[in-house]
């Protein structure tokens, strides 16, 4: 019975994994299949068969399941479905060729309540003969039904009632339980020892705390960002106010050229001069990007509406300096002449104060390769002790070495004499092991061998069943209705119509639409040349600003440099002569080091590169110049260049 009870809860098992929406029947059987090949060929073919049969069938047996919940098995759970299922094929289609002997050993295996309250529902000849009959005839043809399943259950009706009642008999009759007459255990007392009494613990000394260090003064000071924030703000406002009072000055004088006499507004600051270490100018080759003036930039219609509104301002208000000139307005030449002077002493005590923070980095530079120099004396010398103290280690341990490689050499042939002999029989016993499996191997391969075609065979026979079911169940049924387009439906309602009518309305009025789409873009068409015609004299009136003011720029341009010129190189003064002096003195002692020593001295610079350096390096600082002026003018934009060219 255990074997019995073994094969059906493997069946219930796949069964409840069988999903028929997602699920093939074929697929599901052949996976089944494959993780059941560590059974024995017959469960093997015992499941196997149920299985199927139940798939094959699951239109009867969901009918007479389904309907034993709903009458008489309301107080079943639903985790026993797939066990009803199994009995109910079993009874219904598999009853004559197992034998009533065997199919009484396969129901005695699982629980007798829910056989024999299952069994009485299925066995009921009322049942029988009414709605199981009438349902299962909607599936398959009546008379068929009535031969092959209704008739056998009939005939088997009174031994399976019979068996019924035994079933329930032997259920009734199990003794209870007997009650055990053992005495009652009576709980005692455990014989625990008296606790000692605890002794008073020694007060522990509290331990000195650190003292804490204060709060520091930055707690209570405004963060450095914020003071960097407001000096920034500062200095953005006297910047603004300088390009408020140089725009007020030079207010539309691009159109008229301006002489070389006239004054005109320094810069308040130069772009930060350019210092690069010598030996990174001959490592590698720096190549700076030169901005191209003649690059084409193409504007939007805002930006042309933009540009033409600002001309036009600036036109107004050169017209309104002018009325307040012959007013007799004054003018702010002293005050420029007397700014221009003031920011020419301050840019030579800037490229001064420059010049002594190189001398003193070339200086540092001097001290620290006499320092290096110091320390690779001294690190050569440890290096030496270093290197006669490993000599002597490696020799020592080259001779413990060779003792250790004989001692092991001469205990290794002491263990391969002892194994030889152990070698010689482990062989032996393993090819006798391993014929022996071998053979088994053989044997069982030819038994699966044979199970697995009969399997397969039946298989492939049940499966051509199922197709051809299945292609009589799925045979079109011509299901169609003629529809006169041209017809009122007549349902009583305003407006109604014929769909060729409906048809024909809608294409007039698709029509009407199309002409109001037309006139509706000529009138889009026209706008837009209008507007293309008022951005082509905007941008003419446009180009011819720019072109003055590319001028006038080109103008102040050369004056501008002419000063430049004028400046010349920073005065030398005292600090830095003793400097370059202290810098000699630096290196011809460094130099005179490197020939006392073995030290190799730092690669200096010749004349000849350093010379190609500083005019390079004087090239690349001009044109950086150049750039960042060109910048600094008002109206010297991408636009002003487009202008110009």
Same mark, same amino acid.
């Given at each position: 019975?255990?074997?019995?009870?073994?094969?059906?809860?493997?069946?219930?098992?796949?069964?409840?994994?069988?999903?028929?929406?997602?699920?093939?029947?074929?697929?599901?059987?052949?996976?089944?299949?494959?993780?059941?090949?560590?059974?024995?060929?017959?469960?093997?073919?015992? +499941?196997?068969?149920?299985?199927?049969?139940?798939?094959?069938?699951?239109?009867?047996?969901?009918?007479?399941?389904?309907?034993?919940?709903?009458?008489?098995?309301?107080?079943?759970?639903?985790?026993?479905?797939?066990?009803?299922?199994? +009995?109910?094929?079993?009874?219904?289609?598999?009853?004559?060729?197992?034998?009533?002997?065997?199919?009484?050993?396969?129901?005695?295996?699982?629980? /007798?309540?829910?056989?024999?309250?299952?069994?009485?529902?299925?066995?009921?000849?009322?049942?029988?003969?009414? =709605?199981?009959?009438?349902? =299962?005839?909607?599936?398959?043809?009546?008379?068929?039904?009535? #031969?092959?399943?209704?008739?056998?259950?009939?005939?088997?009706?009174?031994?399976?009632?019979?068996?019924?009642? &035994?079933?329930?008999?032997?259920?009734?009759?199990?003794?209870?339980?007997?009650?055990?007459?053992?005495?009652?255990?009576?709980?005692?007392?455990?014989?625990?020892?008296?606790?000692?009494?605890?002794?008073?613990?020694?007060?522990?000394?509290?331990?000195?705390?650190?003292?804490?260090?204060? /709060?520091?003064?930055?707690?209570? &000071?405004?963060?450095?960002?914020?003071?960097?924030?407001?000096?920034?703000?500062?200095?953005?406002? =006297?910047?603004?106010?300088?390009?408020?009072?140089?725009?007020?000055?030079?207010?539309?004088?691009?159109?008229?050229?301006?002489?070389?006499?006239?004054?005109?507004?320094?810069?308040?600051?130069?772009?930060?001069?350019?210092?690069?270490?010598?030996?990174?100018?001959?490592?590698?080759?720096?190549?700076?990007?030169?901005?191209?003036?003649?690059?084409?930039?193409?504007?939007?219609?805002?930006?042309?509406?933009?540009?033409?509104?600002?001309?036009?301002?600036?036109?107004? *208000?050169?017209?309104?300096?002018?009325?307040?000139?012959?007013?007799?307005?004054?003018?702010?030449?002293?005050?420029?002449?007397?700014?221009?002077?003031? &920011?020419?002493?301050?840019?030579?005590?800037?490229?001064?104060?420059?010049?002594?923070?190189?001398?003193? !980095?070339?200086?540092?530079?001097?001290?620290?390769?006499?320092?290096?120099?110091?320390?690779?004396?001294? *690190?050569?010398?440890?290096?030496?002790?270093?290197?006669?103290?490993?000599?002597?280690?490696?020799?020592?341990?080259? #001779?413990?070495?060779?003792?250790?490689?004989?001692?092991?050499?001469?205990?290794?042939?002491?263990?391969?004499?002892?194994?030889?002999?152990?070698?010689?029989?482990?062989?032996?016993?393993?090819?006798?092991?391993?014929?022996?499996?071998?053979?088994?191997?053989?044997?069982?391969?030819?038994?699966?061998?044979?199970?697995?075609?009969?399997?397969?065979?039946?298989?492939?026979?049940?499966?051509?069943?199922?197709?051809?079911?299945?292609?009589?169940?799925?045979?079109?049924?011509?299901?169609?209705?003629?529809?006169?387009?041209?017809?009122?439906?007549?349902?009583?309602?305003?407006?109604?119509?014929?769909? /060729?009518?409906?048809?024909?309305?809608?294409?007039?009025? *698709?029509?009407?639409?199309?002409?109001?789409?037309?006139?509706?873009?000529?009138?889009?068409?026209?706008?837009?040349?209008?507007?293309?015609?008022?951005?082509?004299?905007?941008?003419?009136?446009?180009?011819?600003?720019?072109?003055?003011? !590319?001028?006038?720029?080109?103008?102040?341009?050369?004056?501008?440099?002419?000063?430049?010129?004028?400046?010349?190189?920073?005065?030398?003064?005292?600090?830095?002569?003793?400097?370059?002096?202290?810098?000699?003195?630096?290196?011809?002692?460094?130099?005179?080091?490197?020939?006392?020593?073995?030290?190799?001295?730092?690669?200096?610079?010749?004349?000849?590169?350093?010379?190609?350096?500083?005019?390079?390096?004087?090239?690349?600082?001009?044109?950086?110049?150049?750039?960042?002026?060109?910048?600094?003018?008002?109206?010297?934009?991408?636009?002003?260049?487009? !202008?110009?060219?």
């Amino acid at each position: 019975m255990a074997y019995y009870g073994k094969c059906i809860e493997t069946v219930m098992k796949h069964l409840d994994r069988f999903q028929p929406k997602k699920d093939s029947p074929e697929q599901f059987l052949e996976a089944v299949a494959d993780s059941l090949q560590t059974l024995s060929p017959q469960k093997q073919a015992f +499941i196997m068969e149920i299985l199927s049969g139940c798939l094959e069938y699951r239109k009867l047996l969901t009918i007479v399941v389904d309907a034993f919940y709903v009458r008489e098995g309301r107080l079943c759970l639903r985790a026993d479905y797939s066990l009803f299922e199994v +009995i109910c094929y079993l009874a219904t289609f598999q009853l004559e060729e197992l034998g009533f002997q065997l199919f009484c050993d396969v129901l005695r295996s699982q629980p /007798v309540h829910k056989v024999c309250k299952f069994l009485g529902f299925l066995f009921n000849p009322l049942n029988l003969s009414s =709605w199981i009959k009438d349902e =299962w005839s909607l599936v398959y043809e009546t008379s068929h039904v009535k #031969e092959n399943w209704i008739d056998p259950l009939m005939r088997w009706q009174p031994e399976v009632q019979e068996l019924i009642d &035994q079933l329930q008999g032997e259920l009734t009759s199990q003794p209870s339980p007997p009650k055990s007459k053992a005495k009652v255990t009576e709980p005692k007392e455990f014989s625990l020892t008296t606790p000692r009494p605890r002794a008073i613990p020694v007060p522990e000394l509290v331990p000195k705390v650190a003292k804490t260090r204060p /709060v520091p003064r930055s707690t209570y &000071q405004p963060p450095k960002e914020q003071r960097l924030l407001e000096m920034t703000k500062r200095y953005n406002r =006297w910047k603004a106010e300088e390009l408020l009072l140089r725009a007020n000055i030079e207010e539309l004088r691009c159109a008229v050229p301006r002489s070389r006499g006239e004054p005109q507004l320094q810069d308040s600051k130069k772009k930060p001069r350019l210092r690069l270490p010598p030996r990174i100018l001959k490592s590698q080759k720096l190549t700076f990007y030169t901005p191209n003036d003649n690059a084409p930039v193409k504007l939007n219609t805002a930006a042309i509406l933009r540009e033409g509104a600002l001309y036009q301002r600036q036109v107004e *208000k050169e017209l309104q300096r002018v009325d307040r000139l012959v007013d007799g307005a004054g003018d702010f030449s002293e005050f420029l002449e007397w700014q221009r002077r003031m &920011q020419a002493k301050d840019r030579e005590e800037q490229l001064a104060a420059g010049e002594v923070r190189r001398l003193r !980095g070339k200086l540092s530079h001097e001290e620290a390769a006499l320092a290096r120099q110091q320390v690779a004396q001294e *690190k050569r010398r440890t290096a030496e002790l270093k290197k006669e103290e490993t000599a002597e280690l490696m020799q020592r341990c080259a #001779e413990r070495r060779l003792q250790e490689e004989k001692s092991m050499k001469e205990l290794v042939e002491q263990v391969i004499e002892t194994q030889k002999n152990v070698k010689v029989a482990q062989t032996e016993l393993r090819k006798s092991r391993r014929r022996i499996a071998q053979e088994v191997t053989e044997e069982n391969r030819e038994l699966l061998q044979r199970s697995a075609e009969a399997a397969k065979e039946e298989q492939k026979r049940r499966c051509d069943l199922v197709s051809q079911l299945r292609a009589l169940e799925s045979q079109p049924t011509r299901r169609g209705k003629l529809v006169d387009l041209t017809q009122i439906p007549g349902h009583g309602l305003e407006g109604e119509m014929s769909v /060729v009518e409906l048809r024909e309305r809608l294409a007039l009025l *698709k029509e009407t639409r199309r002409r109001q789409e037309e006139e509706r873009r000529d009138q889009i068409i026209q706008g837009q040349r209008a507007k293309s015609r008022e951005l082509r004299d905007t941008l003419e009136r446009v180009a011819l600003c720019r072109a003055a003011m !590319g001028r006038s720029a080109a103008l102040r341009w050369e004056e501008k440099k002419a000063r430049w010129a004028a400046a010349g190189a920073p005065s030398q003064d005292e600090r830095v002569l003793e400097l370059q002096r202290r810098i000699q003195e630096k290196a011809a002692e460094r130099r005179a080091r490197a020939a006392s020593g073995h030290v190799p001295a730092p690669r200096a610079v010749r004349p000849k590169q350093r010379a190609q350096l500083e005019a390079q390096r004087r090239l690349e600082l001009e044109r950086s110049r150049e750039r960042w002026l060109r910048a600094q003018q008002p109206g010297c934009g991408p636009a002003r260049r487009l !202008g110009a060219a």
